[in-house]
């Protein structure tokens, strides 16, 4: 019988190096296979840690579960910095204020229904764009034609995979392996 | 809904975090961490990009013998079309003189350039960057211009170095509205300087500014850079981009107020390119 404390912080270690793994092979994913001719590439990490951000708020520990969406927040952010060569944490501040508004406004909502993953990425899209904007482009921002030519197109991408993506992970969150993501 | 108010207090703990890592790295103190880091993944990064890239090329290649008549056709009918418009080109005494005025300028100037690979086209739809295999190691410096070319175009203008780490550089494309660069127009044996200036986020691709009137631009007018950013006085270390790299061609002019706008249609689409030349020795 060994010590349960360091056997605990081992497994909380794993747990944390695991989560870091998952997101950074998201974020590859993102910005590699997922890119467009046009220009957009499917937002897989900011869809993803939206629909866990509701899947935490509406689990039986909302506490724990949105820290972990919180998490997912600034280590899929982190690795997106990384491979989209923006000022590190530019996208993980974009994804935690949108997590954050996210939680905020699905309190007091049943997240099962189709139309609250689709309103809070719709919601958390825009912020994370109107966030990153401010942090990565030269001002004056145009922000008549950004809106139609970045935002409006980003966010309608952004819905389209939303609700596959929800219910996926709700089910493999759902499952042992995933339980601890 | 949360019990306590902990996940916020957490939240706003990695805001803070992440606040501080954007000032950090704007100010040049864990960049060469970042640019380690984006070494690391580079060559997983080129792989995946690679086999998307195949996996595009599966998807749009013609399939069976009509498709590749049609094809065969489409691009005979484009020959022939291209055949007539440089026969016109070629009888032009203007363009004969702009032709052997950027030879005699390429042999004065013969440019190095070094090939690389793009690893990483950026995810966000606001910026136009991409990221290219080769870095500082290889002499590439920031301001550096990237040329790239596509099948049936010459080869152009598609980005500037933005940054460079030991393996990796960032290109910030033309048609980002981040991008400036002093371009020179030609019509009829004239040469005018302007400023062309990315459009992407504004919906467009390239404009030209700056034209003064005297100069009547036309569709179709070639545009080149004119290695005269520096003398622009813009706030850009730009200045060293050779002058003569093309860039593209006027589809749609304007007048504003004293000066002529002009729409351009980038030579070599830079969402498209998969490998560049950097050119090295554009201080020659």
Redesign the interface.
């Known amino acids: 019988m060994g010590d349960p404390q360091p056997r605990r912080l081992e497994e909380a270690l794993a747990r944390e190096l695991g989560r870091i793994l998952a997101l950074?092979t998201l974020a590859?994913?993102?910005?590699?296979?997922?890119?467009t001719?046009?220009?957009?590439?499917v937002?897989l990490v900011p869809v993803l840690v939206i629909c866990r951000t509701l899947l935490g708020?509406g689990a039986a520990?909302?506490?724990l579960g949105?820290?972990r969406a919180?998490?997912w927040?600034?280590y899929g952010?982190?690795a997106?910095?990384?491979?989209?060569?923006?000022?590190?944490?530019?996208h993980?501040?974009a994804l935690?204020?949108a997590?954050?508004l996210v939680?905020a406004l699905s309190?007091?909502l049943r997240v099962e229904r189709p139309a609250v993953p689709l309103l809070a990425v719709l919601l958390g899209t825009l912020i994370y764009?109107l966030v990153?904007?401010l942090?990565?482009?030269?001002a004056p921002?145009?922000w008549s034609?950004?809106t139609?030519?970045?935002l409006l197109?980003?966010v309608l991408?952004a819905l389209v995979p939303t609700l596959p993506l929800f219910f996926l992970l709700r089910r493999l969150l759902g499952g042992q392996l995933f339980l601890q993501l | 809904m949360p019990a306590s108010g902990r996940p916020f207090v957490l939240a706003l703990g990695l805001c803070l975090l992440a606040a501080l890592l954007v000032f950090l790295d704007r100010q040049g103190l864990i960049t060469p961490a970042r640019q380690t880091l984006q070494q690391m993944i580079a060559p997983v990064a080129q792989r995946l990009t690679a086999l998307r890239d195949g996996a595009g090329d599966l998807a749009t290649a013609p399939r069976g013998a009509a498709a590749l008549e049609a094809r065969i056709a489409a691009l005979e009918r484009e020959n022939g079309a291209l055949r007539n418009q440089l026969i016109r080109l070629e009888q032009a005494r203007v363009e004969n003189e702009f032709l052997r005025q950027q030879l005699a300028i390429q042999r004065a100037q013969p440019w190095t350039l070094l090939g690389a690979e793009v690893t990483v086209r950026s995810p966000d739809a606001g910026r136009r960057v991409l990221t290219i295999a080769r870095g500082s190691r290889e002499g590439v410096r920031p301001g550096m211009a990237v040329i790239g070319q596509l099948p049936g175009t010459p080869a152009a203008l598609v980005g500037i170095v933005e940054a460079a780490g030991p393996h990796a550089a960032e290109v910030l494309l033309i048609t980002d509205i981040a991008s400036q660069v002093s371009g020179r127009v030609m019509h009829q044996g004239r040469a005018e300087v302007g400023l062309v200036q990315g459009q992407w986020q504004r919906g467009s691709r390239l404009q030209l500014g700056q034209i003064a009137r005297s100069l009547p631009i036309a569709p179709g007018d070639p545009v080149v850079t004119a290695g005269l950013t520096a003398a622009l006085n813009l706030p850009f270390d730009l200045a060293a981009i050779p002058a003569d790299i093309p860039i593209g061609s006027v589809e749609q002019v304007r007048v504003a107020e004293q000066y002529q706008l002009a729409e351009l249609r980038p030579y070599v689409d830079p969402d498209q390119v998969r490998y560049v030349w950097v050119i090295l020795s554009q201080d020659d």
């Open positions: 950074v590859l994913i993102q910005v590699t296979l997922l890119t001719p046009l220009g957009f590439a937002p708020v520990f909302p506490d949105l820290g919180l998490r927040a600034l952010g982190l997106l910095d990384v491979l989209a060569a923006t000022p590190l944490g530019a993980a501040l935690l204020l997590a954050i939680a309190r007091r764009e990153l904007a942090l990565t482009q030269r921002i145009p034609s950004y139609i030519v970045v197109p980003s991408v």
